[in-house]
């Protein structure tokens, strides 16, 4: 093992940490705001369940590298390219654990908020999402570790952030940026999933005990 290597690509090893980050964080933000419409419309109108969720598993069937082959006419060698692909990934998810969440709500908690004068807007802002927040919180989480191992694979696109040292390694046969890439992207696969079970916490101190 020649420790001098990683030494010596610190800074570079740095920045493609960061774009893998700022990649991840893209992509499941986008993948949140187009799942949350979905999975309420879903969870509203029982019979469209089906073919949202359907739906949502089929894009998760095709292969990564093939979704973004087919990208590529739209939007070329770009971030977009990446981010389109890597949201459509993680509405399987998000979608399904949205939808969960919401059915677990107890019918007679919204019930009474509906007693109270609540309308539906207001029973879905002020209770129905505050209860599905573990459950969703729980699809997050998984996205998240889901996206930041599939943005890796990006790089057939050149846009594979620390993905981009496997390539350099294989190419090479030099085992040091391999091992990098790895070490990197499992640390931030631990670092993103304890970030966001704080987050949970703090949205759900009623969770605590």
């Known amino acids: 093992m020649?420790?001098?290597?990683?030494?010596?690509?610190v800074d570079e090893m740095a920045e493609l940490t960061l774009q893998h980050v700022i990649t991840t964080v893209i992509s499941v933000g986008c993948g949140l705001l187009?799942?949350?419409?979905?999975?309420i419309?879903?969870?509203?109108?029982?019979?469209?369940?089906?073919?949202?969720?359907?739906?949502?598993?089929?894009?998760?069937?095709?292969?990564?590298?093939?979704?973004?082959?087919?990208l590529l006419p739209f939007t070329g060698?770009?971030?977009?390219?990446?981010?389109?692909?890597?949201?459509?990934?993680?509405?399987?998810?998000l979608v399904r654990n949205i939808v969960e969440g919401l059915a677990a709500v107890p019918p007679r908690v919204r019930e009474a908020a509906r007693a109270m004068g609540y309308g539906r807007a207001r029973v879905l802002i002020a209770v129905e999402l505050p209860l599905a927040l573990p459950v969703i919180m729980a699809g997050v989480r998984i996205?998240?570790?889901?996206?930041?191992?599939?943005?890796?694979?990006?790089?057939v696109i050149g846009q594979g952030a620390l993905g981009q040292l496997f390539a350099d390694g294989l190419q090479r046969n030099?085992?040091?940026?391999?091992?990098?890439?790895?070490?990197?992207?499992l640390?931030?696969?631990?670092?993103?999933?304890?970030v966001l079970v704080g987050v949970q916490r703090g949205l759900t101190p009623w969770t605590r005990r």
Do not use: C, K, N, Q
């Not at 996205?143 to 790089?155: D, E, F, K």
């Open 34 to 39: 187009i799942a949350l419409p979905l999975a």
């Open 187 to 194: 640390l931030l696969a631990v670092v993103a999933d304890a």
């Open 41 to 70: 419309l879903a969870h509203r109108v029982p019979r469209l369940r089906g073919l949202i969720l359907g739906i949502t598993s089929v894009i998760f069937t095709v292969p990564s590298i093939a979704l973004f082959i087919l």
């Open 143 to 155: 996205a998240t570790i889901m996206t930041i191992s599939l943005t890796s694979v990006a790089l």
């Open 77 to 93: 060698l770009s971030l977009t390219t990446t981010v389109i692909g890597l949201t459509l990934y993680s509405l399987v998810v």
């Open 174 to 185: 030099f085992a040091e940026p391999i091992i990098g890439g790895i070490a990197l992207t």
């Open 2 to 9: 020649r420790w001098s290597w990683f030494a010596s690509h």
